[in-house]
């Protein structure tokens, strides 16, 4: 007798975290938070540039953005950090007006060493201003041609190692070089992963739920196969952006029977997009789960003002007078929530920041990175690689290829 099937079975909780802490022996981003970073510190320190450019796109960029644009508002950092990522040439000279590119290190950050809008770019900045050993660092791996460039041209070079994929990379030198030239406490960052890491992997009642959390998207991907990310707070957009490519690269794969997965991210900040999408969530088809993200201190006690002269007597609202932006921010938030735990049949979860610092952003990216894994994990498929993506670059390729 012959069997065949075309299922595969969900492996128990116990199973996935053995897979997990197996993988640490071969993906390399589990073992970023203890990495060593004197050498990148004392070399930011050197760095007495206004501004920081970097050259990079997907995994090489979003990170590191999403955490300094998480920490700067709440900052005053003495450099800028800019980051171009898009060949769309409107996006790079409006882009290009606010930088001084004399008073500018450029930061090329590509794991190939052949990302085509990487190096494209890099081409175009060094035919506005020389671009050499002064004025550039280059992040890629030890044996690419970039590197190769890097040595002949005497330009500092920081390997990223081949076993820590682009979108998880933002805790290793892609990230913490660029944030640790602009001033960012990268050691703080580290500090965050690890609380993470230690508790996931040390402590059996931590993974559990994070565990339990995969298996449920898991299980139910069929019916909810749309997961929402409703930030409440513009700090945490260009998170957004990190998470949906950290979600879809990873997730979007088939499995080890041929049936093809999809978990689509979508990323929302509050309470803008509570004034449109939110409709949807509330009315529309069930077939989404939503994760709320709250940040309990903001650090900035801006108030709405007392109305003492009643010059807005005739207008709404005179209960919130007095309440911080802050405050109000969070009542938002709740009353959305509140509005969504009533319906009874949206899955959602929430996710509170205490405030905004280094360790606290750490913590959250690092805790999303393990859970696309474990995900990763149940739907046995390979987290790690993007055939996907690499199809676009091999059609692209043949179109130059094709040019007379």
């Keep these: ?26 993906i390399g981003y589990y073992n970023l938070p203890y990495q060593n970073t ?6 930011a320190a050197t760095i007495n540039k ?33 980051f171009l990522e898009t060949i769309d040439p409107l996006k790079i000279n409006q882009s290009l007006k606010k930088v ?5 290190q450029f930061v090329i950050i590509s794991k190939s060493g052949s990302t085509i809008e990487t190096i494209s770019i890099f081409k175009y900045l060094n035919s506005l201003v020389e671009i050499n050993q002064s004025n550039c660092t280059i992040i890629s791996e ?15 070079i920081f390997d990223l190692a081949q076993d820590v994929g682009g979108r998880f990379s933002v805790f290793s030198a892609v990230g913490l070089v660029p944030l640790a030239m602009v001033g960012v406490d990268i050691d703080n960052l580290l500090n965050g992963c690890k609380r993470v890491t230690d508790s996931f ?25 749309i997961n929402v990310v409703f930030s409440y707070s513009s700090l945490l957009e260009s998170f957004n952006k990190w998470y949906v490519q950290l979600w879809a690269e990873s997730l979007g794969k088939i499995n080890i029977n041929d049936t093809r997965q999809a978990l689509t991210p979508i990323g929302l900040v509050g309470p803008v997009d509570q004034h449109s999408f939110l409709q949807l969530i509330m009315d529309g088809v069930r077939d989404k789960t939503v994760t709320f993200i709250k940040i309990d201190d903001l650090k900035d006690s801006s108030c709405i003002p007392i109305d003492k002269a009643n010059k807005f007597a005739d207008l709404s609202w005179d209960c919130a007078e007095g309440f911080s932006f802050n405050e109000l921010l969070n009542m938002q938030a709740d009353a959305t929530i ?63 290829s094709q040019k007379p």
Aim: proline share 2%.
């Design 338 to 400: 509140a509005s969504v735990q009533k319906q009874k049949d949206i899955p959602c979860d929430i996710i509170s920041i205490r405030t905004v610092d280094e360790y606290n952003i750490a913590k959250i990216m690092f805790s999303y990175q393990l859970l696309v894994s474990c995900i990763g994990a149940f739907l046995q498929i390979n987290t790690y690689d993007q055939p996907g993506v690499e199809y676009g670059k091999t059609n692209l390729a043949e179109k130059f």
């Design 100 to 104: 001084d590119l004399n008073a500018a």
């Design 201 to 225: 992997f040390e402590q059996t009642d931590y993974y559990k739920p994070i565990i339990r959390k995969a298996r449920f998207l898991v299980e139910n991907k069929s019916r909810f196969n």
């Design 1 to 26: 007798m012959k069997y065949h099937k075309n299922f595969y079975q969900i492996k128990s909780n116990d199973e996935i975290f053995a897979k997990i802490k197996a993988e640490r022996k071969t």
């Design 38 to 43: 004197s050498e990148i510190k004392s070399y």
């Design 142 to 156: 030890a044996t690419s041609n970039l590197t190769q460039f890097a040595n002949d041209n005497h330009i500092k």
């Design 50 to 82: 206004k501004h920081i450019v970097v050259l990079g796109i997907g995994g090489s960029s979003l990170g590191a953005r999403a955490i300094y644009e998480f920490l700067l508002p709440a900052n005053s950092y003495e450099k800028d950090l800019l």
